[in-house]
């Protein structure tokens, strides 16, 4: 495993790089936007003080660590930032992503977490994986177009909100042996798998793919284009 934190990465259209204070306005933007964050645990900051204290404490603390991926997503004509990207470096590998509403629809969160991931494999991660709460199947679309495979649901009571929400996990295997994350199970009081899951297994050993997957080399290498 190669020890690194938050690398730049440049893409055709994108500047991956740290936040930093400069950026306050821009953060206030991204994780003041209501909808935006309507999947995400948190409220939305509310001013420029809510901003720096999710700055703080997502972002400066994670850059004094000795491996993080902790992006601001910029497109490269301004560099300034209009969504992110992390991902955890211990336990579920667990990556997640964010966008401004105007620029979805163009690819930008797939390119962005497409280079992460390909990092991410030549530094040394066996695997990844992601959940999306099963009303916001866009960003379950994002996983799909990385090639992550769906591989169960359960229900979390989701803090601070105080909400119950139903997640869909996906992974993504760079070594091939690696088993399924079962952890979400083990802290859940309700998991299953779903019907489509099992649709698509039947496809599979029928020789039909499946419309929603792509091979993992492929998929990392192909872009996407509705996020």
């Known amino acids: 495993m190669i020890f690194e934190n938050t690398p730049r990465i440049e893409t055709d259209a994108l500047i991956l790089r740290r936040f930093n204070e400069k950026d306050l306005g821009a953060l206030l933007k991204i994780f003041g936007d209501r909808e935006t964050n309507t999947y995400l645990p948190w409220f939305p900051a509310k001013d420029i003080k809510g ?8 972002y400066a603390a994670k850059y004094l660590e000795k491996q993080a991926y902790a992006y601001a997503v910029c497109l ?10 992390n991902l955890e ?5 667990d990556l997640g992503y964010g966008l401004l509403p105007q620029y979805r ?28 709460d099963v009303n916001n199947p866009k960003s379950g679309a994002v996983m799909q177009r990385l090639g992550m495979k769906y591989c169960y649901s359960y229900r979390e009571q989701w803090q601070p909100k105080n909400i119950s929400v139903v997640f869909r996990m996906y992974q993504l295997n760079f070594n091939k042996d690696c088993p399924v994350y079962e952890e979400y199970k083990k802290i859940s009081r ?17 020789g039909i793919a499946p419309c929603r997957m792509q091979p993992l080399s492929a998929a990392l290498r192909n872009g996407g284009s509705e996020f």
């Open 51 to 58: 901003a720096k204290e999710f700055y703080n404490v997502r």
């Open 76 to 85: 490269k004509k301004d560099d300034i930032p209009i969504g992110y990207v």
């Open 89 to 93: 470096t211990q336990g579920a590998f």
């Open 105 to 132: 629809g163009r690819g930008i969160i797939t390119e962005a977490c497409r280079a992460v991931l390909i990092r991410a494999q030549s530094n040394g991660f066996d695997f990844v994986t992601a959940t999306h």
């Open 190 to 206: 309700e998991w299953f798998k779903e019907q489509f899951a099992y649709e698509n297994e039947k496809k599979e050993k029928s």
